[in-house]
């Protein structure tokens, strides 16, 4: 369940991945989560997620079904599942898990309170977007 934004995507890149890499117990189904109309909030999605955030995941192959949500716990889940992108050595691990949780705290941070700004603002603000675009 998720929309084409920059955290929204990053399921679907990791699930596009794993099926490049010859995971074909991968292939998915995409539910689009319109949250410019409120669809975030609909008693369905808030059922797979309450936080009523994109993106979020139900694997239907375990039972019970597994629902998932926040990108960085989707992408750790997958990764663990299927065995791949989380190398085993514990250095490269610590690097691994390092970015991953950059990514999440971050880089959302930065790239959403720059696109905030400079293209939702009811006003220009030229301090916020020269603080996010460092």
């Known amino acids: 369940y998720s929309l084409a934004t920059p955290n929204g995507q990053k399921v679907t ?55 998932l ?23 490269a691990k610590a690097e691994c898990f390092n970015w991953l949780f950059w990514q999440v705290g971050s880089a959302p941070y930065l790239g959403g309170g720059f696109g905030h700004f400079y293209s939702y603002a009811p006003y220009p603000m030229e301090y916020p977007i020269n603080r996010f675009t460092m």
């Open 13 to 67: 890149i990791m699930l596009e991945e794993l099926l490049a890499a010859g995971v074909s117990e991968a292939e998915y189904d995409a539910w689009l989560i319109n949250i410019g109309e409120g669809d975030q909030f609909s008693s369905g999605f808030v059922d797979v997620n309450p936080n009523s955030k994109i993106p979020a995941m139900v694997d239907t192959t375990t039972s019970p079904e597994t629902k």
């Open 69 to 91: 949500f926040e990108s960085g716990s989707i992408l750790v889940y997958l990764a663990e599942k299927f065995g791949k992108f989380i190398p085993q050595d514990a250095h």
